[in-house]
């Protein structure tokens, strides 16, 4: 089986503007989470999907938006680009339901705002 | 609320020395515990889990993890540190009450491995 994608890898932006980042599920997952990685901060939860819906959202501004397709793919964006921005954006896919179901990481979208 | 502690934001070993990496939560009912590796520039990759069958789990490239519940403690070791070893690893909980997959992670610790 094919693992989480996430594309694109690296993406440089300015201050001001919008960002899309766009994540596959390993095939059969439905469920998809994205998290914000820096250095600081570690891993931050943003948002979980659930079959097109979103199930859990961590705690950041409304800025930072996500939908997921019916095929369970997921994108999320970042509007009005700030310099704390800038991190390592990973998602992660699981198979629904159970709690002891791990979630699977992509290798992650790095996002530099200058 | 859910959370996870990992005491040691930095850690070295000697290589061949023992690995400890501590993990303690918070969770008012028995969780699902989760230890990950990261490598540079890469995701995370699952490297055991604790889902209440064993209190000692054993997970790939020799690392294993003793859940405590009288300490609320997942302490990650492994007998001999490999410098292979040398990455960031990330405890994390998710309690099976919680709705969704909703996993809380702790800061991390990043392992360097001596030579």
């Known amino acids: 089986k094919a693992g989480v994608t996430q594309t694109p890898r690296y993406l440089i932006k300015t201050r001001g503007q919008q960002v899309t980042l766009s994540c596959s599920p390993i095939?059969?997952?439905?469920?998809v989470s994205w998290y914000q990685q820096t250095p600081g901060q570690g891993l931050q939860f943003l948002f979980e999907?659930?079959?097109?819906?979103?199930?859990n959202k961590g705690n950041f501004p409304g800025r930072f938006s996500g939908r997921q397709f019916s095929n369970s793919r997921s994108e999320m964006n970042v509007s009005t680009l700030e310099l704390g921005d800038s991190a390592l954006y990973l998602c992660?896919?699981?198979?629904?339901?159970?709690?002891?179901?791990?979630?699977?990481f992509g290798p992650g979208t790095r996002l530099t705002v200058l | 609320a859910q959370s996870v502690t990992q005491l040691g934001s930095h850690v070295s070993v000697s290589e061949g020395a023992l690995v400890l990496l501590r993990c303690n939560y918070s969770s008012s009912v028995p969780p699902y515990l989760f230890w990950y590796v990261q490598y540079p520039n890469q995701g995370l990759q699952l490297l055991l889990k604790?889902?209440?069958?064993?209190?000692l789990v054993k997970g790939i490239n020799g690392f294993e993890a003793e859940f405590k519940k009288s300490e609320t403690s997942f302490h990650l070791t492994k007998p001999s540190a490999h410098m292979s070893d040398a990455a960031e690893y990330f405890c994390?909980?998710?309690?099976?009450?919680?709705?969704?997959?909703?996993?809380?992670f702790g800061t991390g610790t990043s392992l360097t491995v001596i030579p």
């Open positions: 604790y889902t209440s069958a064993a209190t």
């Open positions: 994390a909980v998710r309690t099976p009450l919680a709705t969704g997959n909703q996993f809380y």
């Open positions: 992660a896919s699981s198979l629904a339901g159970e709690g002891y179901n791990e979630q699977f």
């Open positions: 095939s059969g997952h439905r469920s």
């Open positions: 999907y659930f079959s097109e819906t979103q199930r």
